[in-house]
Every structure is written in C-alpha cells, then in structure tokens.
C-alpha cells in the first residue's frame, strides 16, 4: 500500500488543523492505520492509531482529548483531526499503515510527512 499525507501548514497556538492521508490498494480496509511526529531534533513518536474497521483506536497521553483519528474506508482515507494546538505539536507528521490487530509499533508502510508548524 502507498500513502500520502496531506494538511500540514502553519497554524496559531489554540487552533485547528486536519490531516488526511490517501492510499492505494485495495486492501487498505484491512490495515490498522496511525499518525507518528517527529519534531526537530527528537525521534519520531506515536501520535494515533485506528483499527481496519474503525472500532478501536489509541492516542499517546499527549494528545489525548485534543486530537481524533477517524478513517473513511470508502475513500481509502485516514484522518487526523488536531484541536487546540500547542507550539510542542510542531513537527512532521506521518501516515503509517500494518496488519494485525495490534495498534502500537511497529509499522509496516509508511507515507511521506507533511509539516505542521504551531506559532505562540
């Protein structure tokens, strides 16, 4: 499968952004799908992930109640919903795509990064 995010830009602390990420294949319905970061000097973390069929999905502390992953299997599209952004969620965002159930890394496709930059 191949993805490719999209969404990134430049947004004020306290705001809204919405990534997607598009795949191909035809099986991406059956592929766990997550968000990952990786901010400027640091590795790259979990952000978010969602279950194939949409039913279950994990966030890192961090982002809880302020971040929502959802996935439109129809469209072959994941989502990330970012609210009340901090100037700490600046960083390269990547779409990543497994198989089985389990939700945590390891990934196995991964799409390029888009940024997203929070001012103060």
């Known amino acids: 499968v191949q993805l490719q995010a999209s969404g990134g830009g430049l947004v004020q602390a306290g705001g809204s952004l919405r990534l997607s990420c598009a795949a191909s294949g035809r099986t991406f319905s059956r592929y766990g799908m997550g968000w990952f970061r990786q901010a400027p000097g640091k590795e790259r973390e979990f952000v978010a992930a969602i279950s194939w069929r949409g039913g279950r999905t994990d966030y890192a502390d961090s982002v809880k109640g302020r971040f929502t992953i959802s996935r439109d299997n129809a469209k072959n599209t994941v989502y990330l919903q970012m609210n009340s952004l901090k100037p700490e969620d600046t960083a390269v965002y990547y779409c990543?795509?497994?198989?089985?159930?389990?939700?945590?890394?390891?990934?196995?496709?991964w799409g390029q990064g888009t940024l997203v930059t929070v001012s103060s």
């Open positions: 990543a795509g497994k198989s089985g159930s389990y939700l945590r890394p390891p990934y196995d496709y």
